[in-house]
């Protein structure tokens, strides 16, 4: 069965509202990643030793969670208008079976997937969507991760928000010192709110230069840290491939 060329043009208009999303994102995090948002102190433990520890002085925009979300959402309703659009083309025989899924399908194996499939009644009209789905677009965990990540987002988003974390990138210039010697940390890269990294007497900064920061995700088993504009960014173009693919597959 072949669709109309148009048949899939509400999942692109879908794609192109989470670009202007995430062109917001990509604003707030430049915005905040240039701002005054921690400083750097030593602190002594009980036992006299130093430690020098990051801290966050300003809270992250919340309009960087929100504007994330509202992208994750728009692109998990592309996916999903690419599905019904095929569920309501297989709906119109009279003889077609009916029930399923009424959504994209997501899951953290290519097995579950695969199983997910293999019954979907639409199987019938659009007996493509199996390979489709399970090979080209792999919306699974260790497939195409940032599609799968999309819908970890986009659920998360509806009950809370995905409030990210800040990376330090590497200081330009970092150099502590006591009386009796010189420690360069320039170049170094630490990950975190309050970053413990020395541990000697009577030390003093002696000469800093402010490190870049970048957001990340503020979760190391689902998200595994990884910086939020990127993963977004290759979301979205994996996802507007995949519209793209069922466009040449069923029109």
Not at 4 to 21: D, I, P, Q, T
Not at 46 to 66: A, H, K, M
Not at 150 to 168: C, E, G, R, S, T
């Amino acid at each position: 069965m072949k669709l109309s060329k148009s048949a899939f043009s509400g999942a692109m208009l879908k794609v192109e509202r989470a670009y202007s999303h995430i062109d917001e994102l990509e604003g707030r995090i430049r915005k905040f990643s240039k701002s005054d948002f921690y400083t750097i102190r030593l602190e002594a433990d009980e036992t006299g030793f130093q430690s020098l520890i990051y801290d966050q002085t300003v809270s992250i925009d919340g309009g960087i969670p929100l504007a994330l979300g509202d992208a994750a959402h728009n692109l998990r309703a592309a996916l999903d208008f690419c599905w019904m659009t095929l569920v309501r083309e297989h709906s119109r025989n009279p003889d077609a079976k009916r029930g399923g899924v009424n959504q994209f399908p997501f899951h953290e194996t290519r097995a579950n997937l695969e199983d997910s499939i293999k019954n979907a009644p639409i199987k019938a009209s659009f007996p493509e969507i199996d390979s489709l789905i399970i090979d080209d677009i792999n919306p699974y965990r260790t497939g195409n991760n940032p599609i799968w990540l999309v819908n970890k987002i986009d659920q998360i988003d509806k009950h809370n928000l995905l409030m990210p974390a800040i990376a330090f990138g590497k200081p330009h210039r970092l150099v502590i010192a006591t009386d009796q010697s010189t420690f360069d940390f320039s170049g170094s890269r630490f990950v975190g709110n309050n970053l413990k990294i020395l541990g000697i007497r009577g030390a003093k900064i002696k000469e800093y230069s402010s490190a870049p920061a970048d957001i990340v995700f503020d979760d190391r088993k689902v998200f595994e840290r990884k910086p939020v504009l990127p993963t977004i960014l290759q979301a979205a173009e994996s996802i507007r491939e995949a519209v793209k693919l069922f466009q040449k597959t069923f029109c």
